[in-house]
């Protein structure tokens, strides 16, 4: 993660991704993950409730993931590394089957 103004960062490994599905609108899916990181890579001291939201089309393609802290948006940014282990999480047949089955959810 990438503190916004500073030189030097660290690359998280995220170990573990707990999701939370809502759909949003006729558009929007939002994913919201809890994680868990590699001891090597712990998360920075200064959050106090660490979450990932990406926004998903119906289909479940992330166009948007950005952390937050207490369900805002926070002072880090997450590093390239970081959003391709995100992608790949959503990517994958279970969590893109919850994303297609939450987007149904409001077509009745």
């Known amino acids: 993660m990438i503190r916004y103004g500073d030189e030097t960062w660290t690359e998280l490994t995220f170990t573990a991704f707990y999701p939370r599905m809502e759909r949003r609108d006729n558009q929007w899916i939002?994913?919201?993950?809890?994680?868990d990181t590699a001891e090597s890579t712990p998360l920075p001291e200064d959050l106090v409730d660490f979450s990932i939201l990406?926004?998903?089309?119906h289909r479940g393609y992330p166009m948007q993931i950005e952390p937050q802290d207490e369900g805002c948006d926070c002072e880090y940014q997450l590093t390239e590394s970081e959003k391709r282990q995100i992608e790949d999480y959503i990517a994958s047949g279970p969590v893109?089957?919850?994303i297609l089955k939450a987007a149904e959810s409001g077509d009745r």
Request: neutral net charge; hydrophobic residues 55%; glycine residues 0%.
């Open 30 to 35: 939002d994913v919201e993950l809890r994680v």
């Open 54 to 57: 990406a926004v998903c089309t």
């Open 96 to 98: 893109r089957a919850m």
